[in-house]
């Protein structure tokens, strides 16, 4: 099976930076899109930034400019927050799709369990 874990949430002032890592767990061979959406009370959890194997990326409008994502290998990722604002407050989860595993190829959405992240003076 395929488990992600998520580290690196917290407490940040507005204008700070946090840096977020996901590690997918399993006999995995392969992992085509991995990334990072977000859920806040009383809201749809919504795309922040995703990158394919190949190395494309994409962002939220929000915050493009301020996030970077990218993969430390084919089975973890990493989001660098920068200039962080209270509305980037929200539940972090990290997600995979496309997965390749033991003797099985799934389309099927993985997730993490998320990881807090509160912007706040």
């Known amino acids: 099976q395929v488990q992600l874990v998520e580290s690196g949430g917290g407490l940040v002032q507005p204008g700070g930076s946090l840096r977020l890592s996901c590690a997918a767990s399993?006999?995995?061979?392969?992992?085509?899109?991995m990334g990072w959406y977000r859920q806040s009370p009383g809201n749809e959890r919504e795309l922040v930034a995703s990158?394919?194997?190949?190395?494309?990326t994409n962002y939220a409008l929000s915050v493009k400019g301020r996030f970077t994502i990218s993969r430390e290998n084919k089975k973890s990722v990493n989001l660098q927050m920068n200039g962080l604002k209270p509305e980037d407050t929200a539940v972090y989860y990290c997600h995979a799709k496309s997965v390749c595993y033991g003797s099985v190829c799934t389309d099927r959405d993985f997730w993490g369990q998320g990881t807090q992240v509160t912007v706040s003076s």
């Open positions: 990158t394919t194997s190949s190395g494309n």
């Open positions: 399993g006999s995995i061979f392969s992992i085509g899109v």
